[in-house]
Protein backbone atom coordinates (compact mmCIF):
# COMPACT_ATOMS: atom_id res chain seq x y z
CA UNK A 1 0.00 0.00 0.00
CA UNK A 2 1.52 3.08 -1.27
CA UNK A 3 -1.15 5.92 -0.56
CA UNK A 4 -0.17 8.35 2.39
CA UNK A 5 -4.14 10.04 2.24
CA UNK A 6 -5.39 6.00 3.26
CA UNK A 7 -2.68 5.46 5.58
CA UNK A 8 -3.86 8.39 6.82
CA UNK A 9 -6.57 8.16 7.26
CA UNK A 10 -6.83 4.32 8.77
CA UNK A 11 -4.53 6.26 11.74
CA UNK A 12 -6.68 8.16 12.64
CA UNK A 13 -9.67 6.10 12.55
CA UNK A 14 -11.86 7.44 10.04
CA UNK A 15 -12.04 4.97 7.47
CA UNK A 16 -11.66 0.55 7.87
CA UNK A 17 -10.55 -1.47 4.87
CA UNK A 18 -11.70 -4.95 4.12
CA UNK A 19 -9.45 -7.15 2.03
CA UNK A 20 -10.92 -10.45 1.07
CA UNK A 21 -9.48 -13.79 -1.00
CA UNK A 22 -12.40 -14.67 -2.74
CA UNK A 23 -11.33 -17.70 -4.24
CA UNK A 24 -11.36 -19.80 -0.94
CA UNK A 25 -7.68 -21.11 -1.53
CA UNK A 26 -6.42 -21.24 2.28
CA UNK A 27 -2.94 -22.15 1.73
CA UNK A 28 -2.35 -19.25 -1.11
CA UNK A 29 -4.03 -16.87 1.06
CA UNK A 30 -2.08 -17.78 4.16
CA UNK A 31 1.23 -17.30 1.90
CA UNK A 32 0.47 -13.59 0.78
CA UNK A 33 -0.43 -12.70 4.21
CA UNK A 34 1.57 -14.51 6.26
CA UNK A 35 4.60 -11.88 6.16
CA UNK A 36 2.21 -9.03 4.98
CA UNK A 37 2.80 -5.64 7.17
CA UNK A 38 -1.08 -4.75 7.98
CA UNK A 39 -2.15 -1.70 9.24
CA UNK A 40 -4.22 -0.77 12.19
CA UNK A 41 -8.10 -0.36 10.90
CA UNK A 42 -7.14 -2.89 7.73
CA UNK A 43 -8.75 -6.59 7.91
CA UNK A 44 -7.65 -9.39 5.36
CA UNK A 45 -9.82 -12.46 5.27
CA UNK A 46 -10.75 -15.43 3.39
CA UNK A 47 -13.91 -16.38 2.19
CA UNK A 48 -12.98 -20.35 2.35
CA UNK A 49 -16.54 -21.23 1.55
CA UNK A 50 -16.94 -18.89 -1.57
CA UNK A 51 -20.10 -17.53 -0.42
CA UNK A 52 -19.39 -14.34 -2.18
CA UNK A 53 -19.47 -16.08 -5.56
CA UNK A 54 -22.18 -18.88 -4.73
CA UNK A 55 -24.60 -16.33 -3.12
CA UNK A 56 -23.64 -13.17 -5.74
CA UNK A 57 -22.88 -10.70 -3.00
CA UNK A 58 -20.96 -8.66 -5.34
CA UNK A 59 -20.16 -7.96 -8.72
CA UNK A 60 -16.84 -9.24 -8.97
CA UNK A 61 -16.83 -9.48 -13.07
CA UNK A 62 -12.77 -8.88 -12.82
CA UNK A 63 -10.57 -8.84 -9.61
CA UNK A 64 -9.08 -6.95 -7.54
CA UNK A 65 -12.69 -4.87 -7.25
CA UNK A 66 -13.11 -1.55 -4.92
CA UNK A 67 -15.77 -0.82 -3.22
CA UNK A 68 -17.08 1.77 -0.55
CA UNK A 69 -19.28 0.82 2.00
CA UNK A 70 -21.14 3.44 4.44
CA UNK A 71 -20.92 2.79 8.15
CA UNK A 72 -24.33 0.65 7.85
CA UNK A 73 -22.99 -1.17 4.88
CA UNK A 74 -24.46 0.74 1.96
CA UNK A 75 -22.74 0.37 -1.26
CA UNK A 76 -21.74 3.80 -1.74
CA UNK A 77 -18.84 2.96 -4.70
CA UNK A 78 -18.46 0.11 -6.61
CA UNK A 79 -15.94 -0.92 -9.10
CA UNK A 80 -14.18 2.33 -8.32
CA UNK A 81 -10.72 3.67 -8.16
CA UNK A 82 -8.63 4.44 -4.78
CA UNK A 83 -8.61 7.91 -6.25
CA UNK A 84 -12.11 8.25 -6.69
CA UNK A 85 -12.62 6.70 -3.05
CA UNK A 86 -10.34 9.45 -1.57
CA UNK A 87 -11.92 12.34 -3.15
CA UNK A 88 -15.39 11.07 -1.80
CA UNK A 89 -13.37 10.85 1.83
Keep these: ?3 PEL ?3 LGE ?3 RVLSVCVS ?3 AA ?3 ETQDAAVPDGWVDALDEARAVYAERLYDLQSLPVLYLLSSDKHV ?3 GT ?3 EILDML
Design 81 to 83: SLR
Design 76 to 78: LLK
Design 29 to 31: WKA
Design 13 to 15: GRV
Design 24 to 26: GNA
Design 1 to 3: MNS
Design 7 to 9: VGL
